[in-house]
């Protein structure tokens, strides 16, 4: 995941728990260490692209027939992607979600395609050729009639979270390396890490969490990363 991301959730959790000294070393490390972190492209490289994405925000499902016979809650969010950079695009999506809480629910994990076939009918008026995201190909091709409508689905997470991220990556080839803060190769060097451009939504959540089906979802924004 960015440095930066995870670790202001990192940090907030830390000053809501009191260790402002704790919060102040980690802020103090990190900050140097993701100085260099890269940013996606203003203007992006001749062999770059991006498709288009539209996306719905979160919602709840209970699904029967769960861990003792009691209803299992999941998190999903659909986005709809078009192809428009002029030729056809490799798709290797990985989607998470992340709380505050520290947990990092990859998506379709736990998640049967049962889970999918009542999102898929619970909007089917909207989207007719809804897809599974584990189901979607690895390829988009190019042009609006080549358009995807794709459920992203995840497991439900702890009640203490008040805020979430959705991170999408996938829809973008541009890349970047950077050096691992605190792991070295074999020669001794920093170890590489590998980012994507990313898209990340992010969420508040508020309400009683005990009384999860009651949560409102409020949204904060979107902003490309590089993760």
């Not at 998470?96 to 076939?117: C, N, Q, W």
């Not at 390829?139 to 991170?167: C, H, P």
């Not at 920093?190 to 009651?214: C, H, I, N």
Request: hydrophobic share 40%; with cysteine; aromatic share 12%.
């Amino acid at each position: 995941m960015a440095i930066s991301t995870f670790y202001v959730f990192f940090i907030e959790g830390m000053l809501m728990k009191g260790s402002l000294f704790g919060a102040l070393a980690v802020l103090a490390f990190f900050s140097c260490s993701a100085v260099g972190a890269p940013e996606p492209a203003i203007v992006p490289g001749p062999l770059d692209w991006t498709v288009d994405v539209r996306f719905e925000h979160p919602q709840q499902i209970l699904v029967p027939g769960g861990v003792n016979g009691k209803p299992q809650r999941y998190w999903y969010t659909i986005v709809t992607l078009t192809n428009r950079t002029g030729l056809d695009v490799d798709f290797f999506p990985r989607c998470e979600l992340m709380t505050d809480t520290f947990e990092i629910v990859p998506a379709g994990r736990g998640v049967s395609k049962g889970v999918f076939e009542r999102i898929k009918s619970r909007h089917q008026s909207k989207y007719r050729f809804l897809e599974r995201l584990e189901d979607a190909g690895n390829r988009i091709l190019e042009g609006d009639d080549n358009t995807k409508d794709i459920a992203i689905i995840w497991s439900d997470f702890g009640t203490q979270a008040r805020k979430m991220k959705v991170f999408i990556a996938g829809l973008s080839n541009e890349t970047a390396m950077i050096d691992h803060p605190l792991k070295r190769d074999a020669a001794g060097k920093p170890a590489k890490v590998f980012l994507r451009k990313t898209l990340e939504l992010s969420y508040f959540l508020s309400g009683d969490q005990s009384l999860r089906s009651y949560s409102r979802v409020s949204y904060k924004g979107k902003r490309w990363v590089m993760r």
